[in-house]
């Protein structure tokens, strides 16, 4: 008894010491360039950066928010580590002599209103999103000029497994959009929307639509004089000019008429969805509310509700929509209600008026790609079930 | 008369110094970040950069194999500019206190093996890639696994406009390949081809046809240990490991039926045909005297020749082929034979046996991108005209 007992605890202690040299364990990010063994990620979260810097005063890490002193080894590379990271995906940079500036061993994305370093930290659900062998989609990149804002402006297309050989199969669309500071190959990037909707797919977990995913920052193309006098005391206004009104009139007016007329899609308004991860969200809450008509399922993610006011104001939304999805970050939730009231009360409010709503709650995550990439996956799976 | 004469010296000189001006006034980069104002470039092709490094010794502008020193200012910018530059696309980076990193002000491509900064200086033939409201055909990211590789590998297709809506319509297809250090981004981002093409198609030039480019970097899937006992000297081989015939076998036995069952392409050897700059281009001579019975339109840009003695090897190289185009930079003339022999002669001498030659001589370029925009340019007016 006394000796099973004692292997026991001998195994106990060989787990525990197991489990935590799994944790501390820093093997490449998958977000890094072909060949390049930094940054290093742990199963902590730790994020552990090295840069060759010989003749620097100092480097910083600069990531979620901190920046964490780097030191410097005899051959001149500096090396440390930041505290643990949510699970997924974080922006991050630099910072040598005071300059900013990406990490030439990470892969770049677009995000924070530039190209900069990306890592990922590896996720107790990454499977969802992972590379596999199963039919894959593509992912078009779609160059249009855009009469509306003066501009050439492109949208990526997603197109599911089987598209370019079932050539008279018609599929339903799903506009999706990206966050503030970020960009239109946001969500194939970083979101690895494709993946998730190729896992999602071969699984049989969702039917096959196209997405479309466009450039929800309004740019006019004017003198650079004028763009000077958007900002102030050298910040950029905010939201930016557009940000909703006149994005929904490139969205409805031009964006949705061509893609309806360049892919087999089902152009109907039970058909078509739109969704967006936080400003993206907030866009597809004015939108929608103002266009339900054109939109029959609506996912904000970490963007905000729908509310009991705002449905009394636009009555046909509830007529009209078939599904309203609403999701955040666990961690981002007691700060949620910044984007118009409490997104579950006012979900929860909807349900009961007798809306089909779903809302989602992000495990462990923040106003990050997490997040999104996780309520993508849900939404997918609900949005064109029925 | 004496009035005429003088009259005719000052705009002479009004001119000349108009000019001048003209020559150092500096502009955004067309390659910069959304909204940066650095790099810059003037006429004479120099190259200013900027950037924000308050604390740093020195920082230097690295590009054309050179290392120019910038200047710091009292607010902690450092400046400063290169010589000029060949018309057209270059690779750079900065080096911040022996810190080889990529400015914060550009786009990033792929090249010299690394995501890395591009500034494009303005060429005068710059409207052959210029985005003009013409009709776009698209650029997909499409995704697969190789068995033969062992890995997953992607390849970006580019379709003319009309491709999506005229469904009953099969299209001719060049398989288009990057050079050494780059990868199958290289030809759509900073090659422009789908840009080239469109312009080409709008204006009648070209027949439209679909260009696959592909990932040329033979990459197994293996051991870190393994890699790094191809490495000698901390160099990686070269040429790479299986760089011509195991991309053969992958190109081959997988990529064209993989591209022939999923887009309506004319699946001949008449309607199909190989490109390829620098590495590209010899891929392209090894593969297509290999299998002339799979491609009838040859091309290689900067990348060496075919000779009388391949041909005669490769007898029937001549009898199926009904194409060969080789293109050189005018500056790298004189380096030409160290692949092979002198292209211009040895495609002189082919022309002379009897082959369809075209030789090209991109004017004041040299091993650059703008010497392979243009060799695109003339191919494709070339290569399924008949």
């Known amino acids: 008894m006394k000796n099973s007992i004692l292997t026991l605890l001998a195994m106990f202690a060989f787990l525990t010491s197991f489990c935590i040299a799994q944790d501390t364990t820093y093997t490449p990010s998958s977000a890094n360039q072909p060949g390049k063994e930094y940054p290093m990620v742990n199963a902590k979260g730790q994020v552990k950066a090295k840069v060759f810097a010989p003749d620097a005063n100092y480097v910083q890490l600069d990531i979620g928010a901190v920046k964490y002193d780097l030191k410097k080894d005899k051959q001149g590379y500096w090396i440390g580590e930041s505290a643990p990271q949510d699970e997924g995906f974080h922006y991050y940079q630099l910072n040598i002599d005071g300059a900013s500036v990406p990490d030439p061993g990470s892969k770049y994305f677009y995000g924070a209103s530039r190209w900069g370093s990306g890592v990922e930290v590896p996720a107790h659900d990454e499977e969802i999103y992972a590379l596999k062998d199963v039919p894959h989609g593509t992912v078009r990149e779609h160059i249009f000029y855009s009469e509306i804002s003066d501009s050439y402006k492109r949208t990526f297309v997603y197109t599911p497994p089987g598209y370019e050989t079932n050539t008279d199969k018609s599929y339903p669309v799903l506009y999706l959009q990206h966050g503030g500071g970020e960009n239109e190959t946001g969500w194939s990037r970083q979101g690895k929307a494709n993946l998730i909707m190729d896992n999602l797919i071969a699984a049989g977990k969702s039917k096959p639509f196209i997405i479309v995913m466009s450039d929800g920052n309004w740019t006019f193309r004017r003198p650079p004089s004028q763009n000077e006098a958007d900002e102030e005391d050298g910040q950029r206004q ?31 308004q039970d058909h078509r969805a739109m969704a967006g991860l936080s400003m993206g969200g907030m866009q597809t809450r004015v939108i929608t509310l103002a266009h339900p008509e054109v939109f029959s399922r609506v996912g904000m993610f970490s963007g905000g509700s729908i509310s009991p006011a705002d449905v009394k104001e636009h ?33 929860q409010k909807l349900d009961e008026m007798g809306m089909n709503t779903h809302f989602y709650i992000s495990p462990e995550t923040a106003h990050e790609w997490q997040s999104w990439r996780r309520s993508l996956h849900q939404f997918a799976q609900l949005v064109f079930q029925d």
């Open 238 to 268: 905010w939201p930016p000019k557009g940000w909703a009104d006149e994005f929904m009139n490139m969205l409805l007016n031009e964006i949705i008429p061509m893609i309806d007329s360049t892919y087999r899609t089902i152009a109907d």
């Open 315 to 347: 009555p046909n939304f509830m007529d009209q929509v078939d599904l309203l999805f609403i999701s955040n970050g666990s961690l981002e939730l007691e700060n949620a209600g910044r984007f118009g009231g409490d997104p579950q009360e006012n979900t």
